[in-house]
């Protein structure tokens, strides 16, 4: 059990936004960092995050070594925070960062409302930087500015909704987004519907149509745009294949139809430029559309506060030790790019955890910073760059390897990943198969970047002779 | 028995029920959805445009002008955003040049206030990114925005208060005039539950339905052609793309699009102009919307229509006739149309309203203004409060510290006041258009099942009677197997 806040503080050393599993991992590391005054702040009544409508298994893996459902999953994030005094302030959303809260529209309401202004403050003697103020509303607090040495952005990420894809139809009841509906089925113990169609193949699309049908509903078909699915593979078979529930790739919903609740849906097949095919129309009787349409970090609070954010990824650009563009400010988990798995988010968030805690205490990373350019098939990598110099300087241990995320930008087989510096081949790593639904990562040794003259890193896809391409790892 | 019962709530109704409130009167009002607004009120261009289009003279002219001249007054007091941002009408070619002399001379025939005509230089001094291609502009200085539900329903909340009675989900179906065989002095209405009301008087604001309402007492000089326009909104990192309403030149082929900001910073973009059989079709076409899409573009260089949140389509109550319908019935002078309410409808409501209350007089309802008349009107609007506002209020009801939509910043309390103010919304899109909750970029994908268990509680419905808009929107249908568990997990 975590502590409560009792007392708000004059400063924090590391205050993280968000107490999912990112958030979870990164308090624990920068305890471990020496941080000594952490506060996660949550706007839900309880943490977890998006895990606590989870409730499936396939959870923890790779990093407790054991299968778990998502609540298990956040349990044992929590149960690592029991020896610390990390505290958590729940019921509190922070509502923005460095910056007085901007809400549009005010100008609307005629100058009846007084302008609030914010005063500077002065560097702090630790780290040099002015300390980071943290907006926040709650309802034991009130409206609290909070200061923190450093910050880190946990905030996960939301998905995008029918508007995002331009839907024509009507406007009825039933048409969800795939978690909307995963809380209502999962949290509220209601069900949704009972004909659904899926558009979208990403993972929560998947684990609901099982989930729906295990509820009794039918699901009609899962209709994916794209010519391969975006979901992991094991969700696939298992949610789709093991329920008999049809995958109809290069297809997409052209209409919705129904004036007050869905009464049926049109779906197309799409030609190469996903363009809908005339003349394939099939009409669907369903009463419920379920969009699994991707997920977008949900970095509103980053944009406002002028951190510039990476338009492939949709989060901040970071260093490897996930510090974004503004001194002292970390991103790690979905908000810093979308996840397929919680583990990996657990991981990387450690990294900023412990990054966060060097900062706040005087030992913030410099050097020389190398961005990673994107060769032939290579979609975004996290961090965006490297420094390449910095391992041992309190940062980074000497031996740690560099963790590089990306994702490919279409299916392929028997390929190499090759990292190039300038002309050089640095190194290739084989994989047999790869897919943009899968995200890729690499442990750079600090060796091999440590020569590094070109001044630029290249990532690229490369076709590799069958033989070569070995194993997936 | 009522003096006047007015059938339809969305703009033209609200501002009737409004300013008759202002009298010693039992009013009635009839509105077929489950909320008021909820017609071509909530789905248009939300300009309080500044006159210079109307034909001189005409019906429309006059009550434009002086519609948003009550509107920025009333907006004031019932303390409703409206942003007076201006707008230009841009010119892409010597005719469109022609065109804006032409609208200029108009708009200085109509009373129109500021007009002025801009170089294409000026006019990009303005607006940076418009086009290349403009080679001018109108600018009118006094164009508005408004948030045009806010405005409907302050005005009817306000009636509310003052006494006017008002059935949601009560469609007119039937109506008996006096002089009828019956003999008797007044109307006899029936609506969708089979209830029955007697008035002395009534008001027709049914909207794109006007003309079937006015066919209840065996009216038929005109009929509503129904026009759809449909529109992008944008999300608000997008609401600066433009500072004012752009307008195009109206052309033979077409009215052109706008692209404005929204009193709600959101950019919107539309509509276009096709005619539909069915006044009530408001669905949306990948034709349509990608016309408006092409149309806008040449307006300004470069619109993030990655940025959209929603489309939607409204409906315009076209008549047979080319000006507004503000008459007594030729079947009872004591039956008041306010029909074929199409663009500039909602700047021109408060004027129709005013001509209807006229009618009324001259048919002999009498008229005696109130002296105990509260047209009070304060929303709380927690995202728009200093900090220390902020916790005074979350001090005083710690509800106001809970953002329940995120996008938007609303919180608990805001919505929960809504539920309890004078026209309850009892749907999710109601309490969309009732405090905004809902409205922002996810569209209620995070907030909508949070909003939902508000409102049930709140309103004491039963959790699967809570709708997403009307009666028949449901959004749950059934417990899932030995039921949910109820509450989150972890902790
Ligand atoms: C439906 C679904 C199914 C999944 N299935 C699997 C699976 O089977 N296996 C697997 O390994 N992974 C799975 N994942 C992925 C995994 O759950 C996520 O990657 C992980 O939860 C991301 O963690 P996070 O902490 O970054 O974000 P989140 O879990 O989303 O946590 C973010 C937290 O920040 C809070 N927050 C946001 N903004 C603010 C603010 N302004 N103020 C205060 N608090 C704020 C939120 O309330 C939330 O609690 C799944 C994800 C989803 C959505
Ligand atoms: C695409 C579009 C863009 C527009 N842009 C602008 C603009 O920018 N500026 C401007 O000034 N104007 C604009 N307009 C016009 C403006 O929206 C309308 O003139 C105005 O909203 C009409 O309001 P109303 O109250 O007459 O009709 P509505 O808002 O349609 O209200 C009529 C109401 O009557 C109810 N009703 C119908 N039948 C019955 C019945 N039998 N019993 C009970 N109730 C019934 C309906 O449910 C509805 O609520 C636009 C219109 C459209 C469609």
């Given at each position: 059990m975590l502590k409560t806040v009792k007392q708000l503080r004059d400063c924090y050393d590391v205050l993280i936004i968000g107490g999912g599993p990112a958030g979870l991992a990164a308090a624990r590391a920068a305890w471990d960092g020496g941080a000594r005054q952490v506060l996660i702040i949550e706007r839900d009544s309880a943490p977890g995050g998006i895990l606590n409508q989870c409730i499936h298994n396939g959870f923890g893996l790779h990093y407790f070594h054991e299968e778990l459902t998502g609540p298990e999953y956040a349990g044992r994030c929590l149960d690592e925070l029991a020896d610390t005094e990390v505290e958590l302030l729940l019921n509190t959303m922070v509502l923005s960062l460095d910056e007085l809260p901007q809400e549009p529209g005010r100008e609307a309401l005629g100058g009846l409302l007084p302008e609030p202004v914010l005063a500077t403050l002065n560097p702090d003697p630790l780290t040099g930087h002015p300390a980071h103020r943290v907006f926040a509303a709650s309802p034991e607090w009130g409206s609290i500015c909070l200061k923190s040495r450093a910050v880190i952005l946990a905030m996960g990420c939301r998905e995008r909704s029918r508007g995002a894809i331009r839907i024509p139809g009507t406007r009825p009841a039933g048409v969800l987004t795939a978690g909307a509906a995963q809380r209502y089925v999962n949290l509220e113990g209601w069900q949704i519907g009972r004909r659904v169609v899926i558009l979208g193949s990403g993972d929560i699309g998947l684990i609901m149509a099982r989930r729906l049908t295990l509820e009794g509903a039918k699901v009609l078909a899962c209709v994916e745009l794209m010519p391969y699915s975006s979901g992991l593979r094991r969700n696939l078979v298992q949610c789709l294949d093991d329920f008999g529930i049809p995958l109809l790739l290069s297809h997409t919903v052209t209409e919705i139809r129904g004036r007050?609740?869905?009464t049926g849906v049109t779906v197309c097949q799409v030609d190469t430029s996903r363009q809908p095919v005339a003349g394939t129309e099939q009409d669907f009787d369903c009463d419920t559309l379920l969009l699994s349409v991707g997920l977008l970090p949900e970095n509103e609070l980053t944009r406002a506060a002028h951190i510039p954010l990476d338009p492939r990824t949709r989060g901040a650009y970071v260093y490897e030790n996930m510090e974004t563009a503004s001194a002292g400010v970390f991103a790690c988990g979905n908000v810093a790019h979308v996840h397929d798995l919680v583990d990996y988010v657990s991981e990387e968030s450690q990294r900023a955890g412990q990054a966060a805690a060097a900062y706040a205490r005087g030992q913030g990373i410099s050097g020389r910073a190398i961005p990673i350019q994107h060769g032939t098939g290579i979609g975004y990598t996290v961090p965006q760059s490297i420094h390449v110099d910095a391992a041992g300087t309190g940062q980074r241990d000497p031996a740690a390897a560099i963790n590089l995320f990306f994702r490919v930008t279409r299916p392929q087989e028997h390929v190499s990943i090759a990292l190039y510096d300038g002309d050089s081949c640095l190194k290739r790593w084989p994989r047999l198969r790869v897919a943009p639904g899968e995200m890729e990562r690499l442990q750079l040794p600090p060796a091999l970047l440590h020569?590094?003259?070109?001044?630029s890193l290249t990532l690229a896809l490369e076709h590799a002779a069958p033989e070569e391409a070995g194993k997936n790892d | 028995m009522y003096d006047c019962t007015i059938i339809g709530c969305g703009i033209t109704g609200a501002a009737a029920a409004y300013l008759l409130s202002h009298y010693s009167l039992r009013l009635l009002m009839l509105e077929a959805a489950n909320d008021v607004a909820n017609g071509s009120t909530k789905a248009n261009s939300a300009i309080l445009h500044a006159g210079f289009d109307p034909e001189p003279g005409s019906l429309m002219a006059r009550a434009n002008v002086r519609g948003v001249e009550m509107a920025a007054e009333i907006c004031r007091r019932l303390d409703v955003p409206r942003l007076n941002c201006g707008a230009l009408v841009l010119a892409f070619s010597p005719d469109d040049q022609h065109t804006i002399r032409e609208l200029y001379a108009r708009g200085l025939a109509n009373g129109v206030p500021g007009l002025r005509l801009l170089s294409a230089q000026e006019a990009r001094q303005s607006e940076p990114y418009l086009a290349d291609t403009v080679t001018g502009a109108l600018l009118a200085p006094s164009s508005s925005i408004v948030d045009p539900w806010e405005y409907a329903l302050a005005m009817a909340e306000t009636a509310v208060k003052n006494g006017l009675a008002l059935g949601l989900g009560r469609a007119v179906r039937r109506i008996v005039r006096p002089d009828s065989p019956s003999g008797k002095d007044y109307f006899e209405l029936t609506d969708s539950q089979g209830q029955s009301y007697q008035s002395r008087f009534v008001i027709n604001a049914a909207g794109v339905h006007s003309d079937q309402v006015h066919a209840m007492i065996g009216g038929h000089n005109f009929h509503i052609h129904p026009v759809r326009g449909q529109y992008f909104l944008l999300d608000k990192n997008a609401g600066r793309t433009c500072s004012h309403t752009l307008f195009q030149c109206p052309t033979a082929a077409g009215k052109g699009v706008l692209v404005s900001p929204t009193v709600h910073g959101n950019l919107i973009i539309g509509p276009d102009a096709e005619a539909v059989a069915d006044p009530d079709n408001t669905a949306t076409t990948a034709e349509a919307l990608e016309y408006v899409r092409r149309m806008a573009l040449r307006s300004l260089n470069n619109i993030p229509f990655g940025e959209n949140i929603r489309n939607f389509a409204g409906v315009r109550a076209q008549s047979d006739r080319p000006d507004f319908i503000v008459e007594a019935s030729p079947q009872s002078s004591r039956f008041i149309n306010l029909a074929g309410i199409k663009s500039p409808g909602l700047s021109a409501a408060p004027a129709l309203a005013e001509m209807a209350l006229d009618l009324l007089a001259q048919a002999g309802l009498p008229l005696k203004r109130r002296s105990d008349y509260d047209d009070s009107r304060r929303r709380t609007r927690f995202r728009y409060l200093t900090p220390a506002q902020q916790s005074e209020l979350i001090a005083a009801d710690p509800r106001y510290g809970h953002v329940v939509c995120r996008c938007e910043t609303i919180t608990e309390g805001e919505i929960v006041a809504a539920l309890h103010g004078p026209i309850p919304p009892r749907s999710l899109d109601a309490v969309k258009r009732h405090c905004n909750a809902g409205s922002g970029r996810c569209q209620g994908s995070f907030c909508g099942p949070r909003i939902h268990e508000i409102i049930a509680r709140e309103l004491g419905l039963p959790y699967e009677a809570v709708t997403q808009n009307d009666a028949g929107s449901y959004i749950v249908t059934a417990p899932t197997k030995g039921t949910g568990s109820k509450g989150v997990t972890a902790c």
């Open positions: 007050r609740r869905v020569g590094c003259g070109s001044g | -």
